[in-house]
């Protein structure tokens, strides 16, 4: 399947900014199971300094500065995607949970998609006692990895409401937890708490999921907007395998991922410092929308 | 001080019963090693030395040192904060040293120098190639779980070539005698300074003693390291800074005490702006390139935009740069990683396979618990064990903020802990637990043993590794020996390093022929230069309140049956006072007590106390460009306004108060007059001075020198510039409104006038930097000229109430024009706001 994405984010000052540093992480990944046929990130005003590059977990990174006044920004990114993810495995077939916690714990390398990066608490999937407690039920002893991890998701689809008016992007981990409700963001850091927990390896991944729903099937949540799941380490054979913990389904070729990290602070889309005494707004508008006719 | 030696030896007898009356009291702790005594009760010799001299003083005169040393701490101001308090607290310094042999230091000495050779190699490793963690000697989980372990330093090149540049060790005596390394500090080591501060104390105290007992100069190490980062630099004369996490950190005192002991400046993260790929300061003439960075500012909160977002300590693409290699931070970012318990587990080994030694000085043993093995050890020894955070002070899952002994925990706790430990092992160690060796302190008139930990630090040099001869010796308030229960210690001492023959003598001074005479130094920073502005504005304003003051009460006290202009007088005085916030708004009746209070109210916004806080604060903040003179009368400034000797609120007794505030305050100005250098600091200081006298005076001279001012009326103007007497001198006549106008406004000759004030704003103006040099004219000159030229031509017959006004609002817009050209004007950096359209 190929998508044509559009992703613009625009910020709205109430006072002039003299200048803005700001980190964009719209250009998604090229990986396994997904190839990155084009993509461009368009700035107003225009940088004076910009520069590419790949940050620790692989993600493509722009780092942008801009030094003319201005009361909008705008960033305006464009990618056309080409996703073919090979058939997921069966959850019955990985290895039991507690040795997958041996490996990880075990795993001779920092690179950015060691499985120790997903071990520890981060700023914001903390450690979060509940939350273990609640993810502990789905991890019964000697259960495959992905076997149980599939029968949290599935649990946390079905206790937790789907609320964007629950939480804000700020809200913490454990107060979502309380409110047994929120958006993409909220189930995947509280999945990832829980997981990490019991000391296994789990990673935040932001993305985005094919609007148009397919005939007969039901609309999946997360149209036009930016997404977020999670990617378990399932042991040396089977890797990193992502769930969508919103929608209770591992991903597949709806799924476009952009960038990897810890928590949501990793990977935030726009990220900016200005230098400024006003307020500002923003306004998001996302697009995705498959090509496939046109091969 | 140094008369001990010159005199004669009286009462050797006397001299000798101390002596040997300390030694009998001296009670050490059973199966404790004593640093004083040997096992067998005998002291050490070098003890005996200082002893010895101790007791030719009287038990008198040693109380009198004593107290003079303290004295000296409270007077310089030496403090720490703790954590979430408002108030600074003195330093509590022991009044012993502690006093460590030559033989002692080369093995602490040696072993320093080889333990940060080893950290640093491990860093270079660890944030390079990763061998050590591909070949298994150091799990990669067992440095993932640092909070300083940061991912993007990952295959960064340390600009100027070192992770490490000032390294801390706390080190500790065993019961076996050898010295052991507790922990590690590689993040932003604290302490170098108050180790500096408490040798000057104590050895001014003992000043004949110190010199006779051959102890180890600090100064040369301080050299050294300030030596090792400018060789570090790119720039032949770079600029250094200590970036600050500002005066709420809890060693603000040392970090100030320190830029300026080593000549660096002092900044905080908004002074300082990535642009062009380098680092810069804000200065008042513009962008200087920063080329040295020694930050006290943790890692995680050195830069907003790639790590912590919440942070508003640090600069916004200070790790850009130093991926770009153009700034040279000490020590680097992610250096941190080094302090976390679990890594200490493996530097045995580490050191074996990497150096191909033992550590000389061992560190106490430690089980990281993220391995099966060493888990299986710790639980299975719990009791005899110590319970730590693997990447944290406190132990995760217990609210004690501190490690614990196993024995120690309720069975709650113990069971609860045990299971965190078998799911989240990774999170824990386990650490042997140590017990201190002690020292003696002064304990009332007697020596009593106290455990204690000695942080000892290496600095870079381009020729290895300097470790300074002392350290910051921290003192247990208990007898507990237990390494565990420490704290950050009760006290803390000097720690002299005895040498057997006479040490060489230096200071910080560098051989002369590598000096380059230079008259105005460095470029003053943006948020300096706003500091020391309204440091300036608020002593004014302080001043120009406690006047009013004085003259409302001095026309209270004969007005039992007040003329109607004295009257008049009175209102306009209430009315002013009430109008600054110094009383409140609806006071009809004024009591002494309300006078009192536009004094020494901690509400009232406006009183000369509330003012003279904002100055503090204010000056807090530039404390190292202030003399120690000038600090302590800001100080005095508060002390004299709520001090008791003035007694009560009758009238004379505020005035008396008021006039005592006001002889500090000349005082101040005084020095800051006689004793400031002319560079730019000095020049904003006293702008803000004048351009505050500026602004009062147009409001004095609108109340009370307008068209239908009466004789009194004008006879309080006067009073409130301070100009009677030399009014009096010029006119025989008595006073008259128009001389009287031009003698306030316009008198070019009068210090007081607003006149003067312009004129000297011109000229502080014109000597500070430009920014382009285009030969154009920058706002605030523009202002200022215009201003003062109006001044010089005006007519005192023909100020009126508007005119006055008119010119008091062009001071105020000359005010917020420097601000504009100088100052960071109210903007700050922001984090912009995060993506909410989640699905």
Known sequence: ?295 | MSGERARPLRGDASAQSRTESWIADYAPIPGIRDEFVDAAGKPRPHWMKLLGALARLTPDEIEQRFAAADRRIRDMGISYRVHGEARERSWPLSHMPLLVSETDWQEIRSGIEQRVDLLERILSDVYGPAQLIAEGALPAAAVAGSPDFVRAMRGVKPPGGRWIRLYAADVGRGPDGRWWVLGDRTQAPSGAGYALENRLVLSRAFAGLYREMNVERLAPFFRDFRTGLAEAALRSEPRICLLTPGPWSETYFEQAYLARYLGMLLVEGEDLVMSEGRLHVRTIAGLKRADVIWRRVDSDWCDPLELNAASQLGVPGMLEAIRRGEVVVANMPGAGLIESRALLAFLPALARRMLGEDLRLPNIATWWCGQERERESVLSNFDEMTISGAFSESVPGLNIGRSVLGSELGANERKALIASIRERGMDYAGQEVVRLSTTPVWDGGKLAPRPFTLRVYAAATSDGWRVMPGGFCRVSGRGDARAVNMGEGAQSADAWVIAEKPVEISTLLPAADNVKIVRLLGNLPSRAADNLFWFGRYIERVEATLRLIRALCSRLMDADMPADGVRQSIDRLRRTLAAWGATPPDIDQFTPAALAAAIQSEEAYGSALSIARAARRAASVIRERLSQDAWQLVGRLETRMTSKEFGGASEPEIIERAEAALHTIAALSGLVNENMNRVAGWNFLDMGRRIERGINTCRFARQFADRDARAEQLDVLLDLIDSQITYRARYIVGVASAPVRDMVLLDPYNPRSVGFQVARLDEHLAALPVLSEDGMLENPRRIAMKLRADLAIEDADQLDTQKILAFEQRLMGLADSIAARYFLDGAQSVHTKRQEGLA
């Open chain 1, 1 to 295: 399947m190929i998508y044509d994405i559009r992703h613009v984010t625009t910020y709205r000052y109430d006072e002039a900014v003299a200048s803005t540093r700001c980190t964009v992480r719209l250009s998604p990944r090229n990986q396994d199971g997904q190839h990155v046929i084009d993509s461009g990130v368009d700035i107003s005003p225009p940088p004076a300094e910009k520069a590419e590059s790949l940050d620790y977990f692989g993600n493509r990174i722009a780092t942008v500065r801009i030094v003319a006044a201005h009361r909008e920004l705008r960033v305006a990114a464009i990618a056309r995607v080409e996703v073919a993810r090979p058939q997921a495995p069966a959850p019955g077939l990985t290895p039991a949970w507690e040795q997958v916690r041996r490996d990880a714990l075990a795993f001779p390398s920092l690179d950015g998609l060691s499985p120790v990066n997903g071990l520890y608490p981060s700023r914001l999937a903390s450690l979060h006692a509940p939350a273990t407690r609640y993810a502990e039920k789905s991890f019964t002893p000697g259960c495959p990895i992905l076997e149980a991890a599939v029968d949290l998701m599935t649990r946390i689809k079905s206790d937790f409401k789907y609320d964007p008016a629950a939480t804000a992007v700020s809200t913490p981990l454990a107060e979502a937890f309380e409110k047994r409700g929120g958006v993409c963001q909220d189930f995947a850091h509280i999945m990832i708490a829980g997981l990490r927990g019991l000391g296994l390896p789990a990673l935040y991944v932001s993305g985005y999921i094919r609007t148009i729903p397919p005939p007969g099937k039901p609309r999946l949540e997360g149209a036009d907007a930016s997404h977020a799941w999670v990617s378990l380490w399932c042991g040396h054979e089977f890797g990193w395998r992502d769930l969508d913990s919103t929608n209770a389904m591992l991903i597949g070729d709806d799924h476009i991922v952009v960038a990897i990290g810890r928590d949501y602070a990793d990977v935030s889309p726009v990220d900016g410092i200005i230098f400024a005494s006003g307020s500002q707004t923003l306004s998001v508008s996302v697009d995705v929308k498959p090509v496939t006719e046109e091969r």
